[in-house]
């Protein structure tokens, strides 16, 4: 199994806009801001900048630039530029702790470099993914819902 990249892939921008569409023309949810972030995201990766700015005049609510510093942070994989990296790190292994013990195993067929297989587990834990939920479950309220988006690539870990 291998991860998927969308950038520079317009497949997914052509599949992904009817989607899109469908929000409002078929289940009658409006698109708010973060969607058409994605959506203008994910057709300026793959090429359509025609079809980005179209999109993006169309849009009939007001960008949401300004978010609050608590409210949203951005990952990468194995990230320690977050001024809480060490709080974020440990809540990540105190988490698979408790996640191993419910029965999670790590597919290491996501893990894609030639590492040996103790390497790959480690790389799995730290994937952005893990790194933002641990970051909300010490930042959010407990019991608050924690909306983590990613528009590029997804690992199926």
Do not use: W
């Not at 009939?60 to 949203?72: C, F, K, N, Y």
């Not at 994989?77 to 419910?102: C, F, M, Q």
């Not at 290491?108 to 939920?133: P, T």
């Amino acid at each position: 199994m291998q991860m998927l990249n969308v950038a520079h892939n317009p497949i997914f921008a052509e599949h992904g806009l009817p989607y899109f569409k469908s929000m409002d023309k078929v289940y009658g949810i409006k698109p708010g801001a973060d969607q058409y972030a994605c959506m203008i995201d994910l057709l300026g990766r793959s090429g359509k900048m025609h079809e980005a700015k179209e999109l993006l005049n169309e849009m009939v609510v007001e960008p949401d630039l300004d978010r609050d510093e608590q409210q949203s942070a951005h990952f990468m994989s194995e990230d320690r530029s977050h001024p809480r990296t060490n709080e974020i790190y440990s809540k990540v292994d105190e988490v698979l702790i408790l996640i191993k013990e419910a029965g999670y195993f790590p597919d290491r067929n996501f893990a894609l470099h030639d590492i040996n297989e103790e390497g790959k587990e480690l790389r799995l834990a730290y994937h952005s993914e893990k790194l933002a939920v641990a970051f909300g479950l010490l930042v959010v309220p407990q019991a608050a819902p924690i909306h983590i988006y990613k528009n590029l690539c997804v690992c199926g870990d």
